[in-house]
């Protein structure tokens, strides 16, 4: 349970905290009818605040509901200011899009036990007047600043359209645990759960956005990432929403657009239909392997979410001579991303041992090179008992070059220095290495 004291520290307006200390003196006294009609009035006083903030900022919506509350104030129109107070959530929920439906429904119990409490309500079959229980005022304080009184005054529409300006701008941030504060920091630790739905459906539809460049969807796919690990609970009730509607309707590039895109978020796949994961499944065993490697980008930096990860490692042995033949060590760096994914090394030590031409273990060694810089000391140990082992990299002036590439970039640590000690040594009991086909 949390402490009342914590509860008031969340209260962000001062002049709404000024309130809801008179609800808490209440409610510690056992006043309980003066402490709900207090954390009423703190609810009504801090949306008005909200109103105003968001008119002097320009928000046509709330200026035209501050003009005509000022109204009513200046003639004493004591109807209208009544029916201001009444209307006064479904225009937070509707019109300025402060609270869900979730916090308007949660605030309108709230405003109706303020009436009971404001007014000689009897209780049925009984004498006594309504009297709220401790527990129900608690349950009401609780509700009243989990959906209001410690958020900011930002409409979720604002804050989306900034959001837009955000992640197309060049300052949004590139490295993920930058980008995971700047969302905390500007959406989510404050936002209302109104916006914090809306963002998160907004992110994981424009993944599929086909009409905007990859840069844009892999922004969108890296915020839905972010988004799972700071809110899990909510975005798996949001992104269940939207697949909900979606998935039905995708093509074979809707289908690559979700591979690409939210798949790469930890337990999108159990969201899925069983019909949509087969057809994910019979796609990525037959779509040709240039359309995964280079035009979806598929193996750049991190791969995808489990299971869709496997998919496309048992497709690897296809993708390395594409991209091999196209691309020379320089240019493969930056193609596998600034932070290549791990899940790559075992099979490509595997490919090693197994390659069939000195053509191919080259091919493969490319690709350990560019990523070297995620290699282990283990790793290395590994992949040159590997090559020892296959006389179409070791006995090939192609492996042994790639190799020595290696000796270089790769790990420079005790193990690795006694590791290509070991394989240095080979060469004492072996033939030199054969000239490879031109």
Known sequence: MRALEDIRNQVRSAKSRRYIDEAIAAYSGGAYRSALIAIWIAVAADLIEKL????????????????KLDAAIKDNKINELQKFERELLTKAHQDLQLIGSHER???????EDRHLCAHPAFIPDSDDLFNPTAESVRAHLRAAVDAVLSHQAVTGRKALERF???????????????????????????GTPQLRANLIKVVCKETFNQEKDSTWRWNHTRTARELQKIAPGEFEERARSVLERKQNELDDEGLIALVAGLCYVPGVWELLHAGTRARIEELLKNVPANQLVI??????????????????LDRLSEAIPLVSRQMHFAQLTPFLGDVPDRRLIPPLIELVADASSYEGGEAV??????LSPSLTEDDLQQLLTAAASNNQISGSVLGTRQLEVLRHIGPQGEQATAAWAKWDTRWTQDAEPTASNP
């Open 105 to 111: 429904d949660q605030l309108l119990r709230l405003y």
């Open 365 to 370: 060694l490319k690709w350990v090179n560019a």
């Open 295 to 312: 035009v979806h980008q598929l193996y750049n930096g991190a791969l995808p979410a489990a299971p869709v990860d496997r998919m496309l």
């Open 52 to 67: 105003r903030f968001l008119a002097d900022e320009g928000d046509a919506n709330a200026k035209a509901h501050r003009d």
């Open 164 to 190: 837009g300006r955000d992640i197309a701008s060049a300052s949004f941030p590139r490295d993920d645990s930058r980008l995971a504060d700047h969302l905390r920091a500007s959406y989510m630790d404050h």
